[in-house]
């Protein structure tokens, strides 16, 4: 009966906001980009290696989907806003907080499921009759891949929930893991330890009903340990802040915004482990597997490292998500202040965070590729204007509201097609980075640039003063 | 002398006309007060008139700016006090003050703001985050990011619901001293009573129109008080 509801309230939110048809178009959008993956990877990759780095593309996703475990209650009103919906109603109805969040994470799972794991499985159905990938295969996706998401999902729950309860705990075991693997190289450069280190990938290539079973139980235990140790009360800290704003003898609105976004994000839930969970691990994920794929297609370590610093520059812009969470413009119609200055702060706080945690990412890919250290210069002039190019798409399509308008059908598609070309161009690139010329790559940076601030000016036209 | 100016102003939202061709004006040094029902069109009246909302039709202007053409301009002088909006929740008290004087580009405001921690007794309550005020502390904080900078209008949208009956009172003789030193009040309400205690002039809106203003004086002459005046022009 709630889970019914949950579902009829997350329908009706998003179909008031898009309209019926253009709520129900976003899973065709997916597909339709699902399906140009499915059919066009297996001419240059492996089905073997196309079908595993899909798991981990899901397992990643969950990963990423898991942070609420950082959120406690504030996950409930994470995408959408201080708005009254079910999810608050434990105070009011009969029905227990822990109760509504089992119902609310059942209700996100169904949710994802439909909107983008069935239509990711449908297109490699279609795909199997001309590629290398068997209708076998491609059918027992659709019961992998959702365990896989579920497994991410729950793995990222639990780390997630111990986070917020000790910082240290999880920074040591993510630190260590980081140091295990880098001293491991060798050993993780197997293809065997991929599929065995992945239960789903384990059950999809070797499929039992006791690796089912086992599969089943993992995820669920997962995520039942993480619900006994979610922290479900917002408890007012008795203890105050230390006040971080000064006086200031050149008052700015920008930078006046961009301490408070900073704020927002340290004393939010989860401080800043959630770009930590929700940006930086997923990438490294999908990174370690791509640098292993690739490798066995001869791609150079300068390849990889082009193609890295391409996925860095497009991932980093949720950051802007993140900062565009915390608040509306309409918070800010009692001052004197123009909405276009909010959205200049929550771009410029994006860009300092944005590079300072991509540079770190890609340094760490760098670690991993063998490439020249002149390379690494070039993958951040890639990875800057990549970051620069995705985040002006962003602002310009969704202005201060990126969490709710991405949804939307037509806006997300125009996302994709208008980013489509920018990343096919330096995969290609990265794929035959030894035969040519550096000079070749210099202009798409400069360019990439260039149509960002562009694009960005035009972003601020847009933006309206009045509600 | 005229400080707000209000012709011809409509407001539809959809269907709905939330204003229907509503003219008024406020003089300097007074408090007027906007009276009505529950969905009269108060509180768009107050956003069209601090450039939150944008009029179908019809002219705006307040402190001689027009409010519609620079909405943003307008609002550096005066102050408001919102009807729901809340403060970001992560700031504490004390720097939420600090970020609305910075975002005013005001320098020296810290005796300022220390005054008004003071003056609605919440200093002790500064290093809570806004999250975790209680509703009456939020409504003190967002009095105080009203006044502190001395704005020479203040709007107030429903100004004293969560306060108690102490801070009330004290409040209410801030707003008569303000005036007197020259500052003009805006306030709408349904709160009748206060409305006659505090207010030198009062308007009813009533299904997006404006019925009469009048001197509430003269209106106590006419009528036992301003619920029978309210009653009686509503009807």
């Not at chain 1, 006791?210 to 479900?232: C, E, R």
């Not at chain 1, 927002?264 to 770009?275: A, E, M, P």
């Not at chain 1, 309409?330 to 929550?346: A, D, E, F, G, H």
Request: with cysteine; glycine share 6%.
């Amino acid at each position: 009966m709630l889970l019914k509801e949950l579902l009829r309230e997350e329908w009706r939110m998003h179909s008031t906001m898009f309209g019926n048809t253009n709520f129900i178009l976003f899973s065709l959008v997916i597909f339709g980009l699902c399906a140009l993956f499915a059919l066009i990877t297996p001419l240059f990759i492996s089905s073997k290696s196309i079908l595993s780095f899909s798991h981990y593309l899901f397992f990643a996703l969950g990963i990423s989907i898991g942070s609420f475990g950082l959120s406690g209650r504030e996950v409930l009103n994470k995408r959408f806003g201080e708005i009254s919906f079910i999810a608050y109603s434990s105070k009011i109805l009969p029905v227990s907080v822990k109760q509504i969040f089992l119902n609310f994470a059942l209700k996100d799972l169904m949710y994802y499921t439909f909107f983008f794991i069935i239509p990711f499985c449908t297109a490699f159905i279609i795909s199997s009759a001309i590629t290398t990938i068997t209708i076998t295969q491609a059918s027992l996706m659709f019961i992998t891949i959702p365990l896989t998401f579920f497994f991410g999902l729950s793995l990222s729950f639990l780390m997630t929930t111990i986070y917020s309860r000790s910082k240290i705990i999880i920074q040591l075991i993510i630190g260590c893991s980081i140091v295990y693997v880098f001293l491991n190289l060798g050993f993780f450069t197997q293809e065997i330890v991929y599929e065995n280190m992945l239960p789903p990938l384990q059950l999809f290539f070797n499929p039992t009903m006791k690796m089912l079973i086992v599969n089943i139980t993992l995820s669920a235990g997962l995520f039942l340990i993480s619900t006994l140790l979610f922290n479900f009360e917002f408890k007012a800290k008795g203890k105050g802040h230390k006040t971080l704003f000064r006086a200031s003898k050149k008052p700015s609105a920008i930078k006046a915004f961009m301490l408070k976004d900073f704020i927002d994000l340290h004393r939010s839930q989860g401080g800043f482990g959630k770009i930590l969970f929700s940006f930086l691990i997923p990438i490294l994920i999908i990174e370690v597997m791509m640098s292993f794929v690739l490798k066995i297609f001869s791609v150079s370590g300068e390849g990889l490292l082009i193609l890295f610093s391409v996925i860095i520059g497009v991932t980093a812009s949720t950051i802007y998500n993140w900062l565009a969470e915390f608040d509306n413009a309409k918070k800010y119609l009692n001052l004197p202040i123009n909405p276009k200055k909010i959205c200049l702060s929550k771009t410029g706080l994006s860009i300092i965070l944005g590079i300072i945690s991509g540079s770190g990412l890609l340094i760490i890919s760098f670690l991993f590729s063998e490439a020249s250290i002149t390379s690494l210069g070039f993958s951040f002039i890639i990875f800057t204007s990549v970051f620069a190019i995705t985040l002006s798409v962003l602002v310009y399509l969704t202005g201060l509201n990126p969490n709710t308008l991405l949804f939307d059908a037509k806006t997300f598609l125009k996302y994709m097609l208008t980013l489509a070309p920018i990343i096919v161009f330096f995969m290609l690139q990265a794929f035959s980075y030894s035969k040519i010329n550096h000079l070749f790559l210099i202009p798409a940076p400069i360019i990439l640039t260039t149509i960002s601030i562009a694009l960005f000016k035009k972003s601020m036209k847009k933006i309206t003063i009045f509600e | 002398m005229e400080i707000i100016e209000l012709t011809n102003i409509s407001k539809s939202y959809g269907k709905t006309k939330a204003i229907k061709n509503a003219s008024l004006t406020v003089n300097k040094g007074e408090i007027f007060g906007l009276v009505g029902p529950n969905g009269a069109g108060k509180t768009t009246l107050v956003k069209i008139l601090t450039g939150q909302t944008k009029p179908d039709k019809g002219e705006v202007t307040v402190l001689k700016n027009n409010i519609v053409k620079h909405p943003v301009k307008a609002r550096e002088k005066i102050g408001i006090i919102p009807e729901q909006e809340t403060p970001p929740s992560f700031l504490n008290s004390e720097e939420y003050l600090q970020f609305c004087a910075q975002t005013r580009k005001l320098t020296n405001q810290t005796d300022n703001i220390r005054e008004w921690l003071e003056f609605l007794e919440f200093k002790n309550e500064k290093n809570k985050l806004s999250k975790d005020l209680s509703r009456g502390t939020r409504q003190k904080l967002m009095i105080s990011q009203a006044f502190f900078f001395k704005p020479e209008i203040v709007f107030i949208d429903e100004p004293l619901v969560n306060l108690d009956p102490l801070i009330q009172r004290k409040f209410k003789k801030y707003l008569r001293k303000y005036v007197k030193k020259g500052g003009t009040v805006f306030l709408c309400t349904h709160v009748l009573s206060m409305a006659e205690e505090v207010c030198d002039t009062v308007g009813f809106i009533n299904e997006g129109n404006v019925i009469k203003t009048e001197n509430v004086k003269k209106l106590l002459k006419q009528y036992k008080n301003l619920e029978s005046a309210f009653m009686r022009i509503i009807k």
